[in-house]
């Protein structure tokens, strides 16, 4: 059977401040509604990228959970 | 000029039955002479069993239909006899574009896998087909086979009974009575039968309505091509498709969204004003069809009740995108008509029938979901649903990956009975799409077609290897095909059905898909898998 594929949940990022930088600046400058159009062809470029649907799901069910739910994870 | 949608072709005759002292009982009575209704008759005669098709009209049917026909349905007809003139006539089309907004966002070809008799798509009015349909009718009854369409026979009521259905019909010489064995009902969505019996639909229902008009205009204007467009100007915030038909006639199909004042879209000079904002201003045609649809999609929860089998549009309906309608509705009664004649043959137990519900419900599911799915990217239900639709179209104009994702409607592909009560044993190293469950596919073999020698019977598809000719299992035949891989110079034939092996057999059913198969023959195998499906596995002996 194939083992399925993990979402990688640990530090993966080499320079988390430089990617979070960036990542905020990518918005800068927009309206409300063009970081949404944005961040939506984000979400698809990465998922394409992953593809395996496996790992998608897991990071929907991640994405998903937040607050206290979050926390318990 | 009378068109032929409004010529009478099977105008009313006064039958025998009408005087019979008592109802005339026939095996199989078919309501509705629809698509689907006349392609269950047909099956039917061509098999010998004696079948009598009730309209309460005369004509082939009125309005913009059907347009789109798929392969698997033209497989169908090719079995039904009217599969050449339904080419010969329709319009083939591989090639789509999309557009977004302004602009055309990609291009697409469908590129149809080699080695198939037919063409992917053809595209042909709905009253071309019926009248293909009525003519091979007329053909039969020349031949002497058992088939009676009757004309001005409007079914009234019906009522159960032990064993058969009682039928109430009207005509212009007034009412009569008959019985029915088997009735199958193909009376369309408003289905009265349905209403008859007090069932209903089950399931996701959503309601859009959508402006059709089917417009003349002059060669030339517009390739053979379907053009989608995705909240384009000239229907902001909706859709709209272009499709070419024979006789330089196109498909024009605006989305109009649910909340609309239906009179005031249909008024003429509106429709012209429509079409002039997209087609533009110096634009010349004439109007041969406009109206306004509204579709759902849902289905019965059963479509076999007691000796009653529903079937097309009474059992099932769609959103017309995907092209699934009377594409469904076909391979209804393939599945249904080899059932129907093994058990008022006492070959096989009535249970049989329970499979044509449990595989045909398999089938409307997948319809279903596939045009819920195009009706959601085409009409987003939220606000985050229309901003990664929106992104997905963006994306797709400069990315590869984001054109699958595109969703103007999946076009119907024939359906893989997985799991059915009726398949029998696989061989995992065969190819997936020849499983068991699977509608064969086609393949040139020795300048013939497969799918050509396939169909009726049960037949025994042998691949580099032997067995008998002829089984006689518990009344019914099971008739070889024996291929050979010398015949095969495409190499299709190895590609699709052998796969990682060397020799092959194949337990194949009368409507064309895969009971079983093997490596080898092995007669208990064959005969086991023979009994499985025709639902004989269950303790039934005749
Ligand atoms: C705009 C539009 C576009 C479509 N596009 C496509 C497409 O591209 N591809 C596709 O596959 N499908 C398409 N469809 C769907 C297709 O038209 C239907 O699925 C198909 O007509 C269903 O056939 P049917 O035989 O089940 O029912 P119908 O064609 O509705 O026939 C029912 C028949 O029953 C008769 N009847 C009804 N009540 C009685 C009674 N009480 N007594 C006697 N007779 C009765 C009627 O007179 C009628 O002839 C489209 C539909 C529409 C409206």
């Known amino acids: 059977m194939d083992e399925m594929s993990e979402l990688i949940t640990k530090a993966n990022i080499a320079r988390p401040d430089d990617f979070y930088a960036e990542l905020i600046g990518l918005h800068e400058g927009r309206t409300k509604e063009e970081s949404d159009a944005l961040n939506a062809r984000l979400i698809l470029l990465l998922a394409n990228h992953i593809g395996d649907i496996d790992v998608l799901r897991q990071a929907m069910k991640a994405a998903a959970k937040s607050g206290h739910d979050g926390a318990r994870n | ?542």
Request: charged share 25%; proline share 6%.
């Open chain 2, 1 to 542: 000029m009378t068109r032929i949608f409004e010529t009478p072709i099977y105008p009313y005759v006064r039958s025998a039955d009408q005087d019979a002292a008592s109802p005339a009982r026939h095996p199989v009575v078919v309501v509705g002479a629809g698509p689907v209704g006349l392609a269950a008759a047909v099956d039917l005669a061509q098999a010998g069993t004696p079948v009598v098709v009730l309209d309460e009209n005369d004509k082939v049917s009125w309005g913009s239909r059907a347009i789109c026909f798929a392969k698997r349905p033209l497989e169908i007809l090719d079995r039904l006899g009217c599969g050449d003139p339904m080419v010969d006539k329709g319009v083939v089309w591989n090639v789509g574009k999309v557009f977004f907004d302004e602009r055309q966002v990609y291009e697409f070809n469908l590129l149809p896998e080699a080695g198939h008799k037919r063409p992917a798509f053809i595209n042909l009015q709905q009253y071309h087909f019926e009248k293909y349909l009525v003519d091979r009718v007329r053909e039969l009854e020349a031949a002497g086979k058992p088939i009676e369409i009757r004309g001005g026979n409007k079914v009234r009521s019906i009522d159960q009974r032990e064993g058969h259905v009682r039928l109430d019909i009207e005509t212009p010489d007034g009412p009569y009575a008959i019985d029915a064995d088997w009735l199958v009902a193909c009376d369309g969505a408003a289905s009265p039968i349905r209403s008859m019996m007090g069932l209903d639909f089950i399931g996701r229902t959503f309601e859009d309505n959508f402006l059709i008009a089917d417009i003349v205009m002059q060669e030339g204007d517009f390739p053979t091509e379907r053009w989608f467009w995705f909240d384009p100007p000239f229907n902001r915030g909706q859709s709209t498709l272009l499709h070419k038909q024979p006789d330089n006639v196109w498909r024009v199909d605006f989305q109009l969204g649910w909340n609309i004042d239906k009179e005031e879209e249909k008024k003429p000079e509106n429709v012209t004003r429509r079409l002039k904002a997209f087609l533009g201003d110096d634009a010349s045609f004439e109007l041969e069809w406009v109206s306004i649809y509204t579709f759902q999609c849902r289905r019965m929860a059963k479509f076999r009740h007691g000796h009653v089998l529903f079937a097309g549009d009474s059992a099932h309906q769609v959103s017309p995108f995907g092209a699934r309608g009377a594409n469904s509705g076909l391979q209804d009664t393939d599945n249904l008509v080899w059932k129907l004649k093994l058990v008022l043959e006492g070959k096989a137990p009535e249970t049989l029938l329970d499979s044509y519900d449990e595989e045909r419900i398999h089938g409307a599911d997948e319809n279903i979901l596939n045009s819920s799915r195009s009706t959601d990217f085409i009409t987003p239900k939220s606000d985050i649903s229309r901003i990664f639709r929106d992104a997905v179209l963006e994306l797709s104009e400069h990315h590869e990956f984001a054109r699958p994702l595109v969703n103007s409607g999946r076009l119907s592909v024939p359906c893989t009975y997985d799991g059915s009560s009726l398949n029998g044993t696989d061989d995992e190293k065969m190819p997936p799409r020849t499983r068991p469950g699977s509608p064969a596919s086609d393949a040139p073999i020795g300048g013939k077609w497969l799918l050509d020698m396939l169909g009726g019977r049960f037949q025994l598809v042998t691949i580099d290897t032997e067995a008998p000719e002829r089984i006689d299992a518990g009344g019914i035949g099971i008739e070889r095909l024996a291929l050979s891989s010398a015949d095969d110079p495409t190499g299709a034939l190895a590609e699709r059905y052998l796969g990682g092996r060397e020799s092959a057999v194949y337990l194949m059913r009368p409507d064309q898909h895969v009971a079983a198969r093997w490596v080898g023959f092995n007669e208990a195998a064959v005969r086991d898998a023979l009994d499985t499906a025709v639902a004989r596995d269950r303790g039934w002996t005749r």
